[in-house]
């Protein structure tokens, strides 16, 4: 028996996918993001089952996920949205995949090589994370074109505080900059055959954003970007649901009664307000269950909600179940997800961990096994 597990729900991946498609319609590349993991939900059997569910292309962080995709006999194109280092670059275009340029040296290595890449050129338009600035934009054009082998495949940019607001004035602005990109390249002579900026918010927000090709992490996994992001949608008249498509669960690994006053985990940072039962269970944080959660979290155990008391430990935790009847070992447990009538989502581990929902599914440790379940 796994003592800890995660399952992913083929139902919810497949209704994530087909709202997101009816959103952004057919000519329109829905390119999820599968970095970290698949956002913890397990990177190959995920990405193959979105491609299944109609997913076009995969976007991955780095250069060792596409090779996981590739060795696991993915053949869907792939585009690397993070940096891929300079001694990288040949391995990646043997790979096949396109690979997002912002950097003179990666351009002058990419045409050293000699072989054909697809680039998807990064503009800066007010994120300051990656990108080509404008002022630098004419230098890249002007080494880009040197290099035959070398093919503007996309343009692309990303917003930096759509999530953030129920207005949109600073995704707008990036967008007029991302347009204006855009025609700069077109009178240089260049047709970049994809132009993309939408993530999850935008995919939904903004149709003008669309383009022909859309990254969606959090949303294909059915999570919304943020609250506001949720009500800005509302707002617009923009009625969709996500559906969240992973659980995670454990199993009771020990019961005891406990007395009254008795100090519980490491620093004794619980005393027990009365005689009671305790369960002990085989998670930590080196799961991904983090610390902040010590005496805050909740999991589900009988169909009822357990409180986590005392410090989250490196591989237990403890909760209380003295209001709880029957609690046995080996009992399944929802860290995440549905159990009954009761439910903890994400974004209630996220809140009670002072975090995003997006940091909690990608810190379940990746050596869980990730299960798809109908
Ligand atoms: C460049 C880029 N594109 C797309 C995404 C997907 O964003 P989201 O998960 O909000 O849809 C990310 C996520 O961080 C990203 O970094």
Request: with cysteine.
């Amino acid at each position: 028996m796994e003592l800890t597990w995660v399952e992913i729900s083929k139902k919810a991946l497949t209704a994530n996918i087909k709202t997101f498609r009816k959103l952004v319609g057919k000519d329109v590349k829905l390119a999820p993001a599968v970095k970290a993991n698949a956002y913890g939900h397990g990177l190959v059997e995920t990405s193959k089952f979105l491609l299944e569910a109609g997913a076009d292309f995969l976007c991955v962080n780095a250069l060792y996920e596409a090779e996981v995709l590739r060795m696991n006999d993915i053949k869907a194109p792939i585009l690397i949205i993070g940096y891929t280092a300079l001694d990288e670059l040949e391995k990646a275009i043997n790979l096949k995949c396109d690979l997002t340029v912002y950097n003179l040296e990666t351009i002058r290595k990419l045409g050293k090589i000699g072989k054909k890449a697809n680039l998807h050129l990064k503009i800066e338009t007010g994120n300051h994370r990656q990108g080509v600035k404008f002022e630098d934009l004419p230098k890249v054009l002007k080494e880009f074109k040197k290099h035959k082998n070398l093919r503007m495949a996309g343009l692309s940019t990303h917003f930096a505080n759509l999530e953030d607001r129920i207005t949109h004035k600073y995704a707008l602005y990036q967008l007029k900059q991302f347009k204006k990109a855009y025609r700069m390249l077109e009178e240089d002579g260049h047709a970049p055959h994809y132009r993309h900026c939408s993530n999850t918010a935008a995919a939904i927000l903004l149709p003008e954003a669309h383009f022909n090709f859309v990254r969606v992490g959090i949303g294909a996994y059915g999570l919304w970007p943020s609250e506001k992001t949720l009500k800005a949608a509302e707002h617009a008249g923009i009625n969709i649901e996500l559906s969240p498509a992973l659980s995670w669960k454990t199993v009771v690994a020990q019961v005891k009664e406990v007395d009254k006053g008795a100090l519980v985990g490491y620093g004794c940072t619980h005393e027990m307000p009365k005689k009671g039962r305790i369960a002990v269970l085989p998670i930590g944080y080196y799961d991904g269950y983090v610390r902040l959660l010590s005496n805050k979290g909740h999991v589900l155990i009988r169909g009822k909600k357990a409180p986590v008391i005392g410090r989250v430990c490196m591989n237990m935790i403890m909760v209380d179940v003295s209001h709880i009847p029957g609690v046995k070992l080996e009992d399944e447990v929802v860290l995440i997800g549905k159990q009954g009538k009761e439910r903890i989502s994400a974004e209630d581990m996220a809140a009670n961990s002072q975090t995003i929902n997006y940091e909690v599914t990608t810190r379940i440790n990746e050596m869980i096994s990730r299960h798809m379940v109908a």
